[in-house]
């Protein structure tokens, strides 16, 4: 009897063994390197993007937005946004059992997709981080030239606590409302560009147009760092949408050429229509387009084929031109860098047509009994959700800091003299 246990200890020992969870220094550097690379999306990347578009006397007040806010939400992320977004909680919120990131140590290990391989922990909260900091920046091309600094970073802060968080947790967090109810969003549609979408269009009404708008010339002031700003999201974005494959491997790969083809589509389908419609095609036009396909294969790109993904960058390319162009004048919102146009109809078009594509029959990687109907209904449920909770959020949020900051907007005088001067007292460019 004891002889035989003893012959069983050393299978039962290599059975427990083989089962334990691994954390494989091969996706730890991957992620790493993913963290890095949303970084660089952020900051040049959407600093750069949007300072060449808005006017010269107002390039420095952007670029210190984008600074500012992506610092402050990673400092927040850090003090209660990852507890309350991948902590278990109900549906629609985590708990504070990790916040401060208490009992987040050097040993302490993350989920990946799969049940045996993790991540330190460390390593899946700085990523995360740097998916909230992003989302934060994006909102402030809607309000560019013409919103207090200190109003943009408290409606920040109330967005990001209360739309933000909570979206998160719903489509990514431990029995979140939509992850349980099968939504596909790969790496943020919702979370991230619907959702600074929403924001940045309530924002946009409740601060009324720009001073001479429809009058003046608002043409962007320096294209070349449009044009650089727009490369550096590219590149950035393959850590964004592979990384979020959260492992290194064959999965990260699908992530990665699904992302290139689909921008490179996009920004041909822009030119071309550009081309039809406007007679010449331009480089802002090409720069958009690539923002416009990286947004909409965002949600797609683990789930779907590389012939899928060039069908739906020329999509994002179609339904966004249209999107700042008639649907912007239906609207009549002076989304001064036009984050819903692009990043809110581009991210409901790829969140919808994620559930067409993951179908086997064209090319995605859904079951065999993957229903197209279905998941259509589950994907426009996530969209429903993300506009609403985010509309109402920004909307209540943006009344709070009116009310105490006395106003949204600078003066006048200080509009028409120019943020970068009346707000931070520096000049992008000497006279």
Known sequence: MIFGLLLLAPTAHAEAAAAAPVVDKGDEAWMLTSTLLVLMMTVPGVALFYGGLVRSKNVLSVLMQVLTVFS??????????YSFAFNAGNPFIGNAGKLFLRGVTTTSLSNTFTSTVKLPEFVFVVFQAT??????????????????????L???????????????HMVWGPGGFMLTRGALDFAGGTVVHINAGIAGLVGAYLLGPRQGLGREAMRPHNLTFTMIGA????????????????????????????TL??????????????????????????????????????P????????????????????????????KRLLKADDALDVFGVHGIGGIAGALLTGLFTAPVLGGTGTADFSMLHQLGVQGLGVLVTLVWSGVVSLLAYLIVRALFGGLRVDEESELQGLDITSHGEAAYEP
């Open 72 to 81: 402050m939400i990673t400092v927040l992320w850090v003090i209660y946004g």
């Open 131 to 152: 998916f909230a900091g992003i989302t934060g920046t994006l909102i402030v091309g809607s309000l560019a030239e013409r919103m207090k600094f200190g109003a943009v």
């Open 154 to 168: 408290l409606f920040t802060a109330l967005w990001f606590t209360f739309a933000y968080i909570p979206i998160a």
């Open 231 to 258: 490369s550096l999201l590219w590149v950035g974005w393959f850590g964004f949408n592979a990384g979020s494959n959260l492992e290194a491997n064959a999965g990260a790969a699908l992530a990665f050429i699904n």
């Open 261 to 298: 083809v689909a921008t490179a589509a996009a920004v041909l389908a822009w030119l071309l229509i550009e081309r039809v419609f406007r007679g010449k095609p331009s480089m802002l036009g090409g720069a958009s387009g690539a923002v416009a396909g990286l947004v909409a294969i965002t």
């Open 300 to 327: 797609a790109c683990g789930t779907v084929g590389p012939m899928g993904s060039i069908v739906i960058g020329a999509i994002a390319s179609l339904v966004c031109f249209w999107g700042v162009s008639g649907l």
